[in-house]
Nanobody, 114 residues
Framework: QVQLVESGGGLVQSGGSLRLSCVAS????????MAWYRQAPGKEREMVAW????????NYGDSVKGRFRVSRDNTRNTMYLQMNTLSPDDTAVYYC???????WGQGTQVTVSS
């Protein structure tokens, strides 16, 4: 049974940083690419970043390029999202996503105050 559990969200001031984690279980984590998405109130869910199964290839949404970095540790079945230079526009619920299983985590709230 696939499970994705996010953590690391919270309240941070503009210009600050946070690191999100997503712990996966129920599948062979290192075989599959993974992704982060986010959804702000009243907006559609948008892709933040995805990462290949080995971690060698990554891709980012335009709004986070140069500020966010996705990584993974396949020995810990964990994906990370390092978020720097946060702004209020980054306020959203952040979701971990396993596209091969069409499975979403429960989400973690990130709130950036101005």
């Amino acid at each position: 049974q696939v499970q994705l559990v996010e953590s690391g969200g919270g309240l941070v001031q503009s210009g600050g940083s946070l690191r999100l984690s997503c712990v996966a279980s129920g599948f062979t984590f290192g075989f599959y690419r993974m992704a982060w998405y986010r959804q702000a109130p009243g907006k559609e869910r948008e892709m933040v970043a995805w990462i290949s199964n080995t971690g060698n290839t990554t891709n980012y949404g335009d709004s986070v390029k140069g500020r966010f970095r996705v990584s993974r540790d396949n020995t810990r079945n964990t994906m990370y999202l390092q978020m720097n230079t946060l702004s209020p526009d980054d306020t959203a619920v952040y979701y971990c996503y396993a596209p091969s299983f069409t499975y979403w985590g429960q989400g973690t709230q990130v709130t950036v105050s101005s």
